[in-house]
């Protein structure tokens, strides 16, 4: 056992080194590549880009002065920020949108707003955004994502994901009619409706409409009546849809899961930033089948 602990403990120390390289390999692509060194010649019909972020179990003295989401104690995670490009060019025989096969590309890092803003940038130059005929960027309600979108993707159209705008609706049932409930089911339900054909001036309206009888109920609709007012242009998912358009982000919710919540969420781990973006960096370089890349890059 002791062979097999001192084993895992040098693969990990490998893995990480190999992190760092990619990392800083990857940094030299993107000050190239906004620079305008790095000349992207392909065009694509629609590109999308896909924010989300999810929480890294974190070491204590990296969440030090740093508050919980309860936010009565230390924090215990870091936002690990993740983005992922890809393409599409073609529908389905029933007119759905098909992600090109081979087209989806990572990256990721735990690390504020604004630095992953140039990093996810950088990456849909390097895929030629400049040169796709429509840009989409795809997320939850998170402000930062929003803001990213405005600052790097001006024009893209933005899209919430519908599935989180759904859970809003049916946790809100459950706070107002009880979990499980007949009513609370029927009056998610009417409300979905409203929201997947993109009627929010109608949903809006049906939750002011709301006399909700405790403190925190009251709170409740009023957090989510300003949800999805400040997301109302984001959430016309009829249009969407009759324009051939994803509107989910089910790809990089699936990369959180795949490239973080695999390697870095097992049971009793605790990790140091820089340990745990060097496996981010590792495991995006994997995904994004740019192995060979890194090690021509690294011989040179």
Same mark, same amino acid.
């Given at each position: 056992?002791?062979?097999?602990?001192?084993?895992?403990?040098?693969?990990?120390?490998?893995?990480?080194?190999?992190?760092?390289?990619?990392?800083?390999?990857?940094?030299?692509?993107?000050?190239?590549?906004?620079?305008?060194?790095?000349?992207?010649?392909?065009?694509?019909?629609?590109?999308?880009?896909?924010?989300?972020?999810?929480?890294?179990?974190?070491?204590?003295?990296?969440?030090?002065?740093?508050?919980?989401?309860?936010?009565?104690?230390?924090?215990?995670?870091?936002?690990?920020?993740?983005?992922?490009?890809?393409?599409?060019?073609?529908?389905?025989?029933?007119?759905?949108?098909?992600?090109?096969?081979?087209?989806?590309?990572?990256?990721?890092?735990?690390?504020?707003?604004?630095?992953?803003?140039?990093?996810?940038?950088?990456?849909?130059?390097?895929?030629?955004?400049?040169?796709?005929?429509?840009?989409?960027?795809?997320?939850?309600?998170? !402000? #930062?994502?929003?803001?990213?979108?405005? &600052?790097?993707?001006? +024009?893209? =159209?933005?899209?919430?994901?519908?599935?989180? %705008? *759904?859970?809003?609706l049916s946790g809100l049932a459950k706070i107002l009619y009880g979990p499980?409930?007949?009513?609370?089911? !029927? #009056?998610?339900?009417?409300?979905?409706? &409203?929201?997947?054909? +993109?009627? =929010?001036?109608?949903?809006?309206?049906?939750? %002011? *409409?709301?006399?909700?009888?405790?403190?925190?109920?009251?709170?409740?609709?009023?957090?989510?009546?300003?949800?999805?007012?400040?997301?109302?242009?984001?959430?016309?998912?009829?249009?969407?849809?009759?324009?051939?358009?994803?509107?989910?982000?089910?790809?990089?919710?699936?990369?959180?899961?795949?490239?973080?919540?695999?390697?870095?969420?097992?049971?009793?781990?605790?990790?140091?930033?820089?340990?745990?973006?060097?496996?981010?960096?590792?495991?995006?370089?994997?995904?994004?089948?740019?192995?060979?890349?890194?090690?021509?890059?690294?011989?040179?």
């Open positions: 056992m002791a062979g097999i602990t001192v084993k895992t403990k040098q693969v990990e120390r490998v893995s990480e080194d190999i992190g760092v390289q990619i990392e800083h390999i990857a940094s030299l692509e993107r000050r190239a590549v906004l620079a305008g060194r790095v000349v992207m010649l392909d065009s694509v019909p629609k590109m999308y880009v896909a924010i989300d972020g999810t929480g890294v179990p974190m070491v204590p003295r990296e969440t030090q002065g740093r508050s919980g989401k309860d936010k009565t104690g230390q924090a215990k995670t870091r936002e690990a920020k993740l983005g992922c490009v890809f393409t599409q060019t073609r529908l389905d025989h029933k007119g759905r949108p098909v992600r090109d096969e081979g087209s989806t590309t990572y990256v990721g890092a735990i690390e504020n707003a604004k630095d992953f803003g140039w990093r996810i940038f950088a990456e849909a130059i390097r895929r030629s955004s400049r040169r796709a005929e429509q840009v989409i960027v795809l997320g939850d309600g998170a !402000a #930062w994502i929003w803001n990213i979108a405005d &600052e790097h993707f001006p +024009g893209a =159209i933005q899209i919430v994901d519908l599935y989180h %705008a *759904r859970e809003h499980g409930t007949p009513k609370a089911k !029927a #009056w998610a339900e009417a409300r979905i409706t &409203e929201l997947d054909v +993109g009627d =929010i001036e109608a949903l809006v309206a049906t939750l %002011a *409409r709301l006399r909700p009888s405790t403190a925190n109920s009251k709170d409740e609709v009023r957090k989510t009546i300003a949800y999805f007012e400040s997301n109302a242009p984001r959430m016309r998912y009829a249009d969407f849809r009759r324009r051939g358009l994803f509107v989910g982000s089910g790809v990089v919710e699936a990369a959180c899961k795949t490239i973080i919540g695999h390697r870095l969420k097992q049971s009793g781990m605790r990790w140091t930033v820089r340990g745990a973006n060097a496996i981010i960096a590792l495991r995006c370089c994997e995904l994004s089948r740019r192995w060979e890349t890194f090690w021509e890059a690294r011989s040179a």
